[in-house]
């Protein structure tokens, strides 16, 4: 068994994603996914099939939003959609510690604190997508409906 799918982050994202669905899987790649291009190189598909999990810190509360590779999130359209004037990347310390994650393996679900999350449309362009699985050398592979039931996530236009 590969390492990687001992440490505690792969395997916290590895029981959310199996908890939804059994037949997902963790898959360990032999490059880094640290970015969206690398991810896309290594898994050989689109980098607008990658999904970023970027975390923002809005006012005292934290949100999640899932975008697209090929994307960038719009801090004006989420300061719009949280009615906050504060709105700015969380820092590495705060990922940490919300999400239970570092920096490049950031995944959308298995998170040490329950946290809004807003998943860009765009991710729904593409038949199947790829997220980060707790380590950058980890993701998983789903389609955009099963993303939104598996986080919960709210569908917003959050990307430019």
Do not use: W
Not at 50 to 72: M, P, Q, T, Y
Request: hydrophobic share 40%.
């Amino acid at each position: 068994m590969n390492s990687i799918l001992l440490k505690e982050p792969v395997k916290r994202a590895e029981k959310s994603i199996k908890e939804f669905d059994s037949n997902l899987k963790v898959l360990v790649l032999d490059q880094t996914a640290r970015t969206a291009n690398e991810a896309a190189t290594a898994l050989g598909c689109k980098v607008g099939a990658i999904i970023k999990s970027l975390l923002f810190k809005a006012g005292e509360d934290f949100v999640l939003c899932l975008v697209s590779g090929d994307k960038r999130c719009s801090l004006n359209k989420l300061k719009n959609i949280l009615k906050e004037k504060d709105v700015f990347m969380a820092n590495p310390e705060d990922v940490k510690k919300i999400t239970g994650y570092t920096i490049g393996g950031v995944s959308p679900v298995g998170h040490l604190i329950k946290t809004k999350i807003f998943i860009d449309e765009n991710l729904k362009n593409f038949e199947s997508i790829f997220a980060a699985a707790g380590h950058p050398n980890a993701v998983f592979e789903i389609d955009f409906e099963n993303l939104k039931k598996l986080t919960l996530g709210e569908t917003k236009e959050i990307s430019e």
